[in-house]
């Protein structure tokens, strides 16, 4: 799990990904032809389920793509569940605290650092490959927390220092909106903050991930030094492609434009 993604991390290159919010596999198919690094399956929102997780992983095997889930929340049962179908690691939303990665732990490792359960799903080829993935899974799942409110950037260096911290995931978005900058994708002193929390996460070797949000948005991030950069999402892309052609055919149907 995650080898590809963490040869990036080791040659301080950047690791292009994928927001997935459409239970369609072949999204996942595609991303795996097309060579894209990563992708992170979004539960937190949207109406994504287990079943869903399931389709795009069996859609990712026989690639060396990893496959992330976002759970919607920090509690025991999505983490695990995601975990036990087979998700190679968590982007962890709204990480406020080092003790609330210290918690979450709990429900992402088995012991001695966590107390995950042991369990006979798709994770361990159904009971076929137990032994092998118990005794790799702490040293192979990817644990990303989010940092993405302004207590988090207050509370960064703990949060960076804890152990096994290997990425940090940013919430522009989020975090503008924790400043009072509802709806602003980067609002006032969130994009100098983003390159803080960058130079802060580099200095201690761990890799920092961000959503472009067109092609010039990935091209300024990686010369940044962002290690982890979505593409953007899957209807999201969709969506911009339409809007792009549709405005420089100027196409209009019954009155109406198509975006």
């Known amino acids: 799990m995650n080898e590809k993604l963490r040869s990036k991390f080791a040659a301080d290159e950047t690791a292009f990904g994928l927001w997935v919010t459409s239970e369609a596999?072949?999204?996942?198919?595609?991303?795996?032809?097309?060579?894209?690094?990563?992708?992170?399956?979004?539960?937190?929102?949207?109406?994504l389920d287990f079943r869903d997780i399931q389709g795009h992983l069996a859609a990712a095997r026989g690639t060396d793509l990893t496959?992330?889930?976002?759970?919607?929340?920090?509690?025991?049962?999505?983490?695990?569940?995601?975990?036990?179908?087979?998700?190679?690691?968590?982007?962890?939303?709204?990480?406020?605290?080092?003790?609330?990665?210290?918690?979450?732990?709990?429900?992402f490792y088995y012991p001695p650092i966590g107390r995950r359960g042991i369990g006979g799903e798709r994770s361990v080829k159904w009971g076929l490959d137990l032994q092998s993935y118990v005794a790799?899974?702490?040293?192979?799942?990817?644990?990303?927390?989010?940092?993405?409110?302004?207590?988090?950037y207050d509370n960064l260096d703990e949060i960076l220092a804890a152990e096994k911290i290997e990425a940090v995931f940013l919430g522009p978005g989020d975090m503008s909106a924790s400043r009072g900058a509802v709806g602003e994708w980067?609002?006032?002193?969130?994009?100098d903050l983003n390159l803080d929390i960058l130079r802060r996460a580099r200095d201690r070797g761990i890799r920092t991930g961000i959503v472009a949000r067109d092609t010039p948005d990935?091209?300024?991030?990686?010369?940044?030094g962002f290690g982890m950069v979505s593409l953007g999402s899957d209807i999201g892309l969709m969506i911009r492609q339409i809007r792009s052609m549709a405005t420089e055919l100027g196409k209009e149907t019954v009155g109406h434009r198509w975006f």
């Open 136 to 152: 790799n899974a702490n040293d192979e799942l990817l644990f990303v927390p989010m940092i993405e409110t302004q207590r988090a």
């Open 25 to 47: 596999a072949a999204v996942t198919e595609v991303a795996g032809l097309l060579g894209i690094d990563w992708i992170c399956i979004d539960m937190e929102h949207g109406y």
């Open 218 to 224: 990935a091209q300024n991030r990686v010369k940044q």
């Open 67 to 107: 496959v992330l889930v976002r759970p919607p929340s920090q509690d025991l049962e999505p983490i695990k569940r995601a975990l036990d179908v087979g998700a190679h690691g968590v982007i962890l939303p709204l990480v406020d605290t080092a003790d609330e990665v210290r918690a979450a732990y709990q429900h």
């Open 186 to 191: 980067e609002g006032p002193g969130v994009a």
